[in-house]
């Protein structure tokens, strides 16, 4: 069985196999789709009862109803699941909604995640060779054995091409943890050539591994969501677990270069209050929790800019996370 | 090699080595006597060089001052370490100073820690069994097993009598983790009783281990102090990992039940600026978290009442720590 | 005149009166109900004015029209009053809708407010006898005093019976005080018994005392809102008045053992921040503080985990109040 | 017995008792003089036993040993009374010591407060005279029963006249807390001409009670300290309490009126973290909270710079409770 | 040119030109009209492009709708500018909605800002002269100077008078800025008379320019939003810059009156959190900055209690902006 | 006149005047030395007044004492200022004293600032030619027009070259802030090739003044302190002003340059709580904040490893500024 296999969704076929998405649905039109079944309930409406849906995919999203066979349709796939539908565009108070006949789950290879989830500009496979080119400098041997077992751990690294880098504020897309790392590693590059008390094998493996947790904390099943290890343990202590694990199969890896470590992941958010269990302590701590933020601020500012700016509007939308306005740029000369 | 060989000091032989404590050193005195070296400092006094000490035990700490061979003696032995001294008792400035005319660190066997530091009042075997008397009451069987798998380490476990609950706040004493631990356990047990949603086996087992990474994150040589481990990972991480390679020595252990534990100990500070990675998320984490509060609060109140309330003095000092002076209460009536 | 009919609703005759309910209520119908009073608003649509109102039960909460002698209709009755309508059920934007012909304040002993409200599982009075069962154990001569001053006090009694234990987070429910109160209770007993210098009968009228200012801060006329004196004072700041008059009536009652108790309900929220205009001082304070916080806490988990864990469904939805999911557990095996 | 004697203190009487104050101690002096006692311990030297004690008045504080009959000495006076001593000033570590052969207890009457505490530069008399006439200018019925009340409760006014403002920081006088009133008062009646919204009468009213609680906050025998009342309640709810019952005494008072007046007190302080159990809510409560503030901090600026202002110091000492350096200003021009 | 005219909009000529307000928009109507264009959308209907338009004035907004020409339409005007439209009034979803024909940008003669936004009760001449009549009292001599500079400055000046206190909370209305400044000039004057340290004619500058910033900081082009100025500087810098610039013309103007009076406007937020880069440290600085707290806060409440006190209602609605209720006051007898 | 008379000091001849340093005085030692005077206290003993110093230069710090002349003495210099003494070393208290017989003010061509000061490893002038090197790279005609005005302005320019970067925390030295500034260059330009919608132009700039306010905020008159600038107005608030004076002198820069530049310097402590009037907007504020913050950290972090690293010492003192212990690593292997 190949790997891809073992994690689900077929990967290696790029090929899209959608035609049709959300954007392009216009009253009238047949439809015979797969979707991400975003959300589902049962509703009454003078005394009868329907099945209301919310489908979606990388496009958009759209309200479906269905009227027959409600439990079996109700039973038939599990929010974040992907479904295969059946039916045709109606209006409903001026808005397109999907009116459902059939409804199934998709097989697993019949859908590639691609189409319903966005997903970094360059190719999962080309971040992934600068992600392995990285740890071929690393010197010290302890680290080097540590991120070679991680190379080694097929069904992880096939998790990390596709994990993304955050859900919902930097990096929510496909492949955003390789795209964030690999700009935390550049930075730390950076800083390691700066600052001389700096061990750069460590700082830079730190770098590599700080978001591993990521991987066990988000699902990308149809959207991105937290799982519950996600939300019961936190990606920082997740990601501590995981390197902890992998440094008990390797004998002799020093204690004192196994805290150091751990401590990089564990403090990398920076403070208490950003949920890192202790504050940075050792030069490499301070300078990796800097490299991450900066890098995190950056994309979410240069996303933000990217997908708001039109002409003739100078500033962003409120920006609830960190209350304020972003400035998007006087308009180019034509 | 015994088990108490092997994690460093006697523990054994409880019959008390030191005869003599700092509480009693009276000027004139000839003194010799096992010591904890607390400070250390090499200074010049019109051009003559000397070694200045700090001296203590559990009753106290005296300065002292060597003026032979000062570089040997300096070298002898590092800060937190037991050292044999001989010499009198002079005065200096008043206070009773110890002139130090030989100095070697001590063997392992020669001292027994209870005479370097406080402890608590219930014999920490007797407080040991009524933690493995819990664990008799457990009736799930992987969280028993993973309870009987920490009984099995018994280098872990002598660790566990000694531990002190807190540095300096609450049950900053030999044995004070074991009592914190079985008064929050009390407490949860009552909580199991009166909320019908609490499942009684995890939070029981939560609380046995809550604050277990206390184990590696406090040294206990001489006096109490943060590890690198307690430093740089913090209690709680610490014991999240202790934890975590217990399961995976369990074949079969549920992950969500693995989960739902180390959620326990993650949360149980209550809130991220107090070092906990995640808040409460489940009913019995919620309830974890008060039982830990309200115990480690009333044994610190209760420290301060109990060494500060003579008569006629009805609040305490300032306490730092939280803010606030403590009523010590009126006076007995005589 | 019996004392249910001095606190304005009819207490005793507890055979419900209303036969229809809002989530009853089909378009089509004829309704000739009893409603509390939630919204009324007089608007205008094309010229014409009427009177939009919101009604509501414990079962839900529903609009209603009313075209026709608006003014008197208007002035008829107060938000939070109880009516009684006359008229059948619409759909307005495919929502039921009730169109009133006729509306009258309804009369103090057609209606019963247990109706209207939320209520505790258990009966009043079997809540209320355990208030009083603990009163029963309280040894020292002056609290005890104090507290059958209460007991006497029939009209506060009757509203203790009903009072909720908040507006809107834990025991928002008739009686909820009742059982929040003995909850706390519980917990402190089970602390005076474990730390030694907690005065026993000071702590447990402290925990009977300690929300009693909710019987004035919080209105139940047809839904929980608060007072005027519930906003200008605070209910601690209520409570500590409450306290106060009754022991200026207790000739002799030490000045200490006053300040003493008024401090535990002073500093029951622990902190300035919760509204608490001073902070424990005294061990009985920091334990009764806790006790609360758990209750409090360990009743909103339970409700939510009670009303939103449904099949499929393992975390809760945002809440808003404590800033995170409730985990609802895995589903039960059949 | 007049009032004065009923509060303890010979209040009539100005003439000073005290001729010699700690700041003319030098060494050589016999001294038979009447001081406070600020701290007594008991200690050992070389097996001797002495009493240590430091004696204090309004200009300042002394070092004192007995070595005779210490117990007896121990036991003949509390911290915080006065006490006459007959001994002579030597010198220890190059400071004046008063070397003490007998202490006894001063009898109220020899001794007079102001000898031993700050106080304000207007006559205690002027200042009452002006919180009077304040009064006078009331019109609102219920509002001024109540202030006659308090003017009618002459040991409450004895107490008011020589009351500080504060401990620390702003008002620390005896005759502080009237004065700071005072001009509360007048900052209200200035927004009161302002604002057309304002209750003048309330408002005044709230200006001349909002501090009353420090009355019984601050104890003032011998130095400024708390009360266990002032630790226990804090001033604020003091302030209440002693509003309330007043307010219980006057037959026909407005509730509304009541809850307004007493929001006033409960809310000046202006947030919670500032120990107000509610932040203000009318239009007064917030003018009264600035005009609060703005007089404090002016006081306590002016004390700063007045006591630090030397030339060519142009910024005080660092101030720990407002952390920052305050600006003292340019020397003056001869 | 006049000065009016070269600020843009036609101050002088106080008739209404409009005679139409949205509040008066019944369906049915045909309308001839000057609005503020608020917001413009291109959106597609059943393969339809069409404009959307929200169109305010002075008394409200209403949603507008265009179907021919709708490019040009678009790019005849931005957001925030004026612009007369002929159409009329549809109904959509039961809310009025203009249908319109023609649009055209207004010009600048056109139009009178006083219809677009609320405005000050007193006359912005008679406000600005006692402005001017403030600065007459100033007797230092490089204070009146610079003062003088302001008012020379006609353009500056001309924004002064109608520039806006506040964009939501406090004087949010033309002339709003001069309303705060005079009373916050009259609550300081007050204070020069009560503390004698403080530098009178400094206080009063200060308090008349401390908010000139705003000036820049707000645009009032149709209704009141940030200018990019404000948002990237803050009115505080702004204002610094302001007086900065006209200080550097004024020759040999004392370095030290210079930094006290920035400081003045640098400080008076009163703290780093609420955008002032530096924190109070002279004692004009604390005074200006409770007296700007006081009238901000005793305006925005005024304003509250004006707008939401109707009979029957006590308190007004949550405001978010201060986490808190507002109360509103008995009704009135009649 | 040479640049270097012209702001005081000499700098020119970089001979050491000093020849004895504080760390060389050993009790009996005859000295006629240089130092800068860092307190000044007239005080009395038994009766004779006598002036106390202390004395200090770039090795650390030292009391003195003077007998004779004293109002002379004191007079002749104030604190910061420069001082030759002659006098010899006695001991007091076990400490090094100088007894001081003649004193006067040291001439501005007599002593030299870097023996006083710490200063930066490398070259002041080198440190200059990289700052100007990075000014040649820009294209930008408006930034580099200036920039050059920076440059051209000499005095400032001879200030920038010692001006510290900090007062205690990062880069405490003379040099410190041109260290510093090219470090931030350094990191920013890694990011401008980073993240493609930077103007690396405008980033560059900011980050070479984001700092230049600190030239005015600090004295580096033989010790660092804050001026009276750098507490009433702080750096931020100078920096601005300095950049918007020379703006004013550039006809024609766009005034949305001037705004992003100004935004650059004003946000660069990235929160409000750190002094800066607003927060970062623009992706080049965002990424100047954290490379600044980075560099503080990083040379805060290396000065404590350097300077606190000794054998066996793994962790630093406690550091109060960030409230937490360092790591300064293991000991080198032999």
């Known amino acids: 069985m190949s790997v891809a296999k073992s994690v689900g969704w077929n990967i290696e076929s790029m090929q899209k196999m959608k035609t049709l998405f959300v954007k392009d649905l216009k009253p009238g039109l047949e439809v015979t789709e797969f979707f991400v079944l975003r959300k589902k ?3 009454e409406y003078n005394g009868q009862r329907f099945l209301k849906l919310e489908l979606g995919d990388r496009s958009g999203r759209i309200d479906a ?5 409600i439990d079996q349709a109700h039973d038939e796939a599990q929010v974040g699941e992907m479904v295969k539908v059946k039916g045709w565009v109606t209006t409903y108070k001026e808005l397109p ?3 459902v006949d059939k409804i199934r789950k998709a097989k697993k290879d019949e859908v590639d995640l691609v189409d319903f989830l966005p997903q970094a500009e360059r ?5 992934y060779d600068d992600f392995k080119n990285v740890i071929l400098t690393i010197e010290n041997s302890y680290l080097k054995r540590l991120l070679e077992l991680l190379i080694e751990d097929l069904s992880l690294m096939e998790k990390l091409k596709r994990a993304p880098g955050g859900k919902l504020w930097h990096h929510a897309r496909l492949g955003g943890l390789l795209e964030h790392t690999l700009k935390v590693v550049s930075i730390c590059e950076k800083a390691a050539q700066m600052y001389d008390l700096v061990d750069r094998d460590l700082l830079i493996t730190g770098a590599l591994v ?9 699902s990308t099943d149809g959207f991105f969501d937290y799982t519950d290890e996600g939300r019961l343990l936190g990606h920082i202590v997740s990601g501590n677990e995981l390197i902890d694990r992998k440094i008990q199969k ?4 020093p204690q004192d270069l196994a805290l150091r470590l751990k401590h990089l992941i564990l403090s990398h ?9 202790v504050v940075p302590q050792t030069i490499e701590a301070v300078i990796l929790h800097y490299a991450d933020e900066m890098d995190a601020k950056a994309d979410a500012f240069s996303h933000i ?10 500033w962003s939308d409120w920006v609830h996370l960190i209350n304020r306005f972003i400035y998007l740029g006087e308009d180019e000369e034509d």
């Open 41 to 43: 309930e049962l509703k």
């Open 65 to 69: 109803v269905i009227w027959d066979d």
């Open 97 to 99: 909604q999907l009116k």
């Open 123 to 127: 190719d999962f496979n080309l971040l």
């Open 210 to 218: 700080h978001d591993i947790g990521k991987i066990n904390s988000y």
């Open 250 to 253: 390797i004998s002799g890896f």
């Open 269 to 277: 958010q920076g403070q208490l209050e950003q949920a890192s269990p």
């Open 305 to 314: 800019i990217k997908t708001q700016k039109i002409k003739g509007k100078k």
